[in-house]
């Protein structure tokens, strides 16, 4: 115990958990927990009044729901025999063979755009977009209901260009219902604050209503619908 | 809204309540005059209520439609020495409390001083219950494991059918002059009393009528001399309308209204019954006469509107009768509790939904008013337009309506031996409570302190706080091997708790049949007449008796807080566990927030805690349900608390789910406050596994930001949300909706948030009336951030 409170050095942590089980106030909690296939299922199960009266269902998402392809392939065909809908939040990164074995499983993907300019999309995300835009042109063949989700963060990804380009490259695909535009929040800088990780954002700004309305009319100028937040 | 309509909203809003001694000079003038000492009880009670109705005060405020006043005056409250004597001392309380206060002038407290008092002490009601009650009852009620409510206020607990729209009293008055021809008194030996009972109600329907002919003359008196030729007209109408009604069925809308006026200002004269009275379904008793008046071309649109929140004003001019002392404390509000169902299923079970159900709703919304309060009730059969009407005068954040899951009232009311069609036009009134109206007398009895019961188990009997032995000797808990052990204990202990507390009812109901008949109320309230009974005796048809649980969260969490960390981890032993409830947590932080964080609690659809709130549930259903009243009724349960979740957390030390000495209990069947970390879905989940058709009611509180509800979607979402409940047969929800910085932020500055209302229990108030204990317990409430 220091003088101001606990300290934690970090390097020494190897993930035991055991500071979080017996901190009494849940101070230090560990987020996620290994669970089996049935054990989420029973807690998919837990909602199913409410999936049956609002037409809602389960979303995989994440971190990354497709780097668990075998895990999450066993819970969507569970949810299928179930009749429960499944929506699958994904960025798109994974090998094009995981994407259709699970894809006739799902009933919308709500699938992420940030960057287009791939060198842009290199730096920001630290990988290229290219499997990403393949695996988005071929989903959109079969015809699966996909949603976009596209982050508005403002001077990283909020330029004509970026914002011509998306809406250019997802009017020529099918089945792609919308674009939703996610306004940038900070709300994630008191997570990184516990995680004792910096935040490298920290001069961004959340973008302004204008700003958000100036990016949908720009896109709806394609003839594409555009809605404000996850919906 | 309509200038008049606003006059006479802010004319209400603003008038404080103050006590008039007027109602006590009259009827103790009364009981002292020679007649009084002659006639039979019911005839006595019947003559006093004539005597009142008689020579009370009468006003028409300027630019009224529906006229009549309780006192003489909005916010001017009588009291009732009959049932409760105030003393000098509990007058100056009333006058100089910070909550919920009335205000006593000088002359009231001389009056009281030189006449009221004593004649009364010593023959009040409340007195005589005091007197009568054993040592066991008196050592549990002084523990705070139970309350009386009928120690201050007379039952009542009843509301009104479609009968007062039909007849008139003059048509009553022929049922009960044939009820008493067919008296048999060869054979009946009650028929004698029968008699003097039947007589008093037709004395009692003479007293109204007549006092309706009074404001019939004021009415004809102020139009002659008033200038202004519409309001000339209007007074005219006036008078025509208090010339018909209630002496005769109404003939349209604003008779329709005006007749339930006088009718529930004669219930409420005659006696203080709890929940005021009720006019129950107003939609459906109010609908053939709004469409006949519109087909006619009498009647508009907007007109029925302003009748109607006219008829709002009513209600709000009249505070609650005033409380001291624990009923005080059980019920902190100047409202009386009326409350007007809308929606619903008509009594051969079709859509009750009509155009007036949406006009109520719209004058609920505007006028914004604690009284009377309002519900929506919503069975399968119920257009979603409708509950989507409601969701968005709720959002916007004064409580009102409450929502209501009609299906589940039926199946409540079947399983208590209802007909059908009695279930059917039934509904909930006062906060939650079930009943078939019209037809049942329907009486809470008194709160029961469900963690006290844990407590007084845990100290083998005694009660911790006073040191005194209340309870049995179920066992010394250390000694106790298993958690079912615990439990045995805990149910024989709550079942000997229940049983004092029907002992001491069912002498307070002989006493109230013998002293307090209630000839008015019993001619509204069928079997009444035809069995020639008063309704505080049995004549209802239906005659139900509720002992209110309270705590079922506070219990839960702190009997799974003993089975887990005493029982199955063993973590601590139930010795140290005593012992910190003892010392209130001293110096044991960390232990407590592992209480709080580290243990299974019920709110969270995890059935470790549900199955233990299932349990005990259960255990208080059948210590209560089924028991016979001296009515030829029976004792259900149903879980509220009104605000008594605060008077009963004060008479509880630390217990074992990491709350602290005198901290508010949980309230209704939600979730202890905060205790609930899994979002509305998860709550709902856990309370829908209470078996709600046990119960004659159940309140569930959850608490919104009004972001969450700013567009189409949310408010959808919460629409989902409540019909979810209701498949999984939720009885009752309501919300507030306001953030919880706005809640302090009005604790610091009062003055600008005197117009903020909150749902309290079954009913909305001012936040700023509320006990600070109170203020800072509803901010509490688990604020959801997100679904």
């Known amino acids: 115990m220091a003088k101001q409170g606990i300290s934690i050095d970090r390097k020494k942590c190897s993930l035991c958990g055991d500071c979080s089980r017996v901190c009494p106030s849940d101070a230090l909690s560990i987020a996620g927990k290994q669970l089996s296939v049935k054990e989420v299922l029973e807690e998919i199960e837990k909602d199913r009044a409410f999936y049956e009266e609002s037409g809602g269902g389960v979303t995989f998402s994440g971190g990354e729901p497709l780097l668990q392809p075998e895990f999450l392939n066993a819970l969507l065909k569970e949810c299928k025999v179930r009749a429960i809908h ?85 009017s020529s695909l099918r089945n792609v219902q919308q674009i939703n535009l996610l306004p940038y929040h900070r709300a994630g800088i008191e997570k990184y604050k516990s995680l004792g990780k910096p935040y490298k ?31 | ?46 003559l006093a209520f004539k005597h009142l109705l008689e020579n009370k005060k009468i006003r028409i405020n300027d630019g009224e439609l529906i006229v009549g006043e309780r006192g003489s005056a909005p916010k001017e409250t009588p009291t009732y020495p009959e049932i409760c004597c105030h003393t000098l001392e509990d007058l100056d309380v009333l006058n100089s409390r910070k909550k919920i206060p009335y205000a006593v002038d000088e002359r009231t407290m001389r009056v009281y001083r030189d006449k009221i008092i004593p004649f009364w002490k010593g023959r009040s009601i409340r007195d005589l219950i005091f007197d009568r009650m054993s040592d066991e009852w008196k050592s549990a009620f002084e523990a705070g494991v139970f309350t009386e409510f009928l120690e201050q206020r007379a039952p009542g607990h009843t509301v009104v059918d479609d009968k007062i729209y039909k007849k008139g009293l003059l048509d009553f008055k022929k049922d009960i002059a ?156 100047y409202t009386d509790f009326a409350l007007i169902n809308t929606g619903g299923v008509k009594a051969d079970g079709s859509d009750g939904v009509n155009e007036l159900s949406f006009l109520i709703l719209d004058v609920v919304e505007e006028m ?98 006073i040191g005194k032995k209340i309870g049995l000797e179920t066992g010394n808990p250390v000694k106790f091997g298993s958690f079912e052990e615990l439990f045995a204990a805990f149910r024989k202990q709550l079942n000997h708790f229940v049983d004092i507390k029907v002992e001491g009812n069912n ?79 001293d110096r044991q932080e960390p232990l407590r927030q592992r209480l709080l964080n580290k243990t299974p609690k019920y709110g969270n659809d995890d059935d470790y805690a549900d199955s ?40 509880v030390e630390a217990t074992p789910d990491g709350r602290k000495t005198g901290e508010p209990l949980s309230e209704g069947v939600s979730p202890v406050q905060g205790a609930d970390r899994k979002g509305p879905t998860a709550v709902i989940k856990s309370v829908a596994k209470i078996d709600h058709v046990k119960t004659g009611g159940t309140l569930l509180n959850q608490k919104f930001t009004p972001q969450l509800l700013a567009d189409e979607i949310g408010m959808n979402k919460l629409a989902q949300l409540i019909r979810t409940y209701f498949k999984l047969d939720g009885h009752h ?55």
């Open chain 1, 86 to 170: 499944t929506t699958l939040d994904t960025c798109g990164f994974a090998q094009p063979e995981i994407i259709e074995r699970i894809q006739s499983k799902v009933d919308v993907f709500l699938y992420d755009l940030k960057i287009m300019d791939d060198k842009k999309h290199r730096k920001y995300t630290g990988r290229s977009n290219e499997l990403i835009l393949r695996n988005l042109e071929k989903l959109a063949e079969s015809a699966r209901q996909i949603v976009i989700s596209f982050p508005v963060i403002p001077s990283i990804n909020d330029d004509e260009e970026n914002v011509m380009e998306t809406a250019k490259f997802v």
């Open chain 1, 201 to 231: 954002l920290d001069g961004i700004r959340p973008p302004t209503s204008q700003g958000i309305k100036s990016v949908k009319e720009r896109m709806e100028g394609f003839g594409i619908r555009v809605g404000i937040g996850g919906g």
């Open chain 2, 1 to 46: 809204m309509q200038e008049r309509i606003r006059k006479l909203r802010k004319q209400s809003v603003i008038a404080k309540p103050y006590i008039s001694p007027e109602r006590a000079i009259l009827i103790t003038k009364f009981y002292q005059s020679k007649i009084a000492k002659q006639v039979p009880v019911p005839v006595k009670r019947a």
């Open chain 2, 178 to 333: 044939k009820s008493i021809e067919s008296l048999d008194f060869v054979k009946d030996t009650e028929a004698g009393e029968k008699r003097e009972e039947l007589k008093g109600m037709e004395i009692a329907a003479d007293a109204v009528i007549h006092y309706a002919e009074r404001h019939a003359e004021l009415a004809k008196g102020l139009a002659k001399k008033e200038r202004n030729t519409k309001r000339r007209k209007e007074l005219e109408k006036i008078a025509s309308v208090c010339s018909c009604v209630p002496a005769h069925a109404p003939r349209d809308f604003w008779e329709a209204l005006q007749c339930y006026w006088f009718i529930h200002l004669g219930v409420i004269s005659e006696l203080n019954p709890w929940d005021a009275f009720n006019p129950g379904r107003l939609d459906q008793h109010l609908y053939p006469f709004y469409t006949k008046d519109l087909e006619d071309g009498t009647l508009t649109k907007e007109q029925a509107k302003e009748l109607l929140q006219a008829f709002w004003v009513k209600f709000n001019n009249q505070p609650a009768p005033p409380k001291v002392g624990v009923t005080a404390e059980e019920s902190c509000t």
């Open chain 2, 368 to 465: 914004r008013l604690t009284q009377p309060s309002s519900m929506v009730q919503i069975s399968k059969k119920t257009p979603d337009r409708f509950l989507k009407r409601a969701v968005e005068i709720i959002k916007t954040g004064f409580g009102q309506p409450s929502v209501f899951n009609t299906d589940e009232i039926i199946q409540e009311l079947l399983r208590q031996g209802k007909r059908i069609e009695d279930a059917r036009n039934g509904g909930s009134s006062g906060c939650v409570e079930t009943g078939a109206f019209g037809k049942e007398s329907y009486i809470l009895t008194g709160y029961f302190n469900l963690p006290k019961i844990l407590e007084i188990t845990l100290h083998n009997g005694e009660d911790p706080r």
């Open chain 2, 507 to 585: 002498i307070i109901e002989r006493l109230y049949a013998e002293h307090l008949p209630v000839p008015f109320l019993s001619i509204l309230i069928d079997d009444c007449v035809t069995k020639g009974r008063d309704y505080n005796d049995g004549g209802a048809r239906y005659n139900t008796n509720y002992i209110q649980g309270v705590g079922l969260g506070t219990t839960t969490d702190s009997l799974a807080s003993l089975k887990y960390n005493v029982f199955d981890k063993r973590y601590i032993t139930m010795k140290k566990m005593i012992s910190l409830l003892k010392t209130n947590y």
């Open chain 2, 612 to 651: 233990i709130m299932k349990d005990i549930f259960e255990a208080y259903f059948e210590a209560v349900d089924g028991r016979p009243n001296t009515k030829g009724g029976y004792y259900r349960i149903n879980l509220l608390p009104t605000t008594v979740h605060i008077y009963f957390g004060k008479t």
């Open chain 2, 733 to 787: 929800i309501q919300f507030n909706v306001v953030s919880s910085g706005m809640l302090r932020d009005a604790q610091k500055h009062p003055e600008r948030y005197r117009d903020l209302i909150v749902r309290v229990a079954g009913y909305s108030d001012y936040f700023v009336d509320l006990s600070v204990d109170l203020q800072n317990e509803i901010i509490k409430r688990t604020e959801h951030a997100s679904f």
